[in-house]
């Protein structure tokens, strides 16, 4: 069962990463003209479009994360203990707190998108998505590398 729900959640997050990264890109680096390449056609999405979805998955994911989580605790942390696996083990409790700190930038995320803070806040939208960004990279890739070190359920 744990390991169906870390499927889940790994697809979870996977979609909240590109929909992230899609939309940090488009406001970090705006397209002036519509060229047809791809990396202009990356950068000229209709970024504000993607702001519910990610709210809503960056929830979805943290609550699947937050099921599993017993079973990191009680089976895969104690491993990584005993073989005293410091920086790993460091490595997630920090991705605990950013996630907490994500989940707590949420309401500023969600404001500052709103049509009507459309050219207001054009630099603070742009700093609370990279740093939304940022965060869930880092717990992507966290969670991946520690999913490696010891597979989940065995």
């Known amino acids: 069962m744990f390991s169906f729900l870390l499927i889940i959640h790994g697809l979870a997050a996977v979609a909240l990463l590109g929909a ?3 939309q940090t890109i488009s406001v970090l680096w705006p397209a002036r003209a519509r060229t047809g390449s791809f990396v202009s056609r990356l950068r000229s999405v209709p970024s504000m479009t993607y702001t519910n979805a990610v709210v809503v998955m960056f929830i979805a994911t943290a609550i699947l994360g937050s099921i599993i989580y017993t079973e ?3 089976s895969i942390r104690v491993v990584l203990q005993d073989y ?3 920086i790993p083990e460091g490595a997630f409790e920090l991705k605990e707190h950013l996630i907490s700190i994500g ?3 949420l ?3 969600w404001f500052y998108w709103r049509p009507a803070n459309a050219k207001e806040h054009a630099a603070t939208r742009a700093i609370v998505t990279a740093l939304l960004a940022a965060i869930v990279w880092y ?9 490696d070190i010891r597979g989940f359920g065995s």
């Not at 717990?139 to 999913?147: A, D, E, M, S």
């Open 20 to 22: 992230l990264t899609h």
């Open 139 to 147: 717990g992507f890739l966290t969670g991946h590398v520690l999913n």
């Open 107 to 109: 309401p500023a995320y």
């Open 103 to 105: 989940l707590g930038l």
């Open 72 to 74: 990191y605790r009680l």
């Open 84 to 86: 005293r696996m410091r």
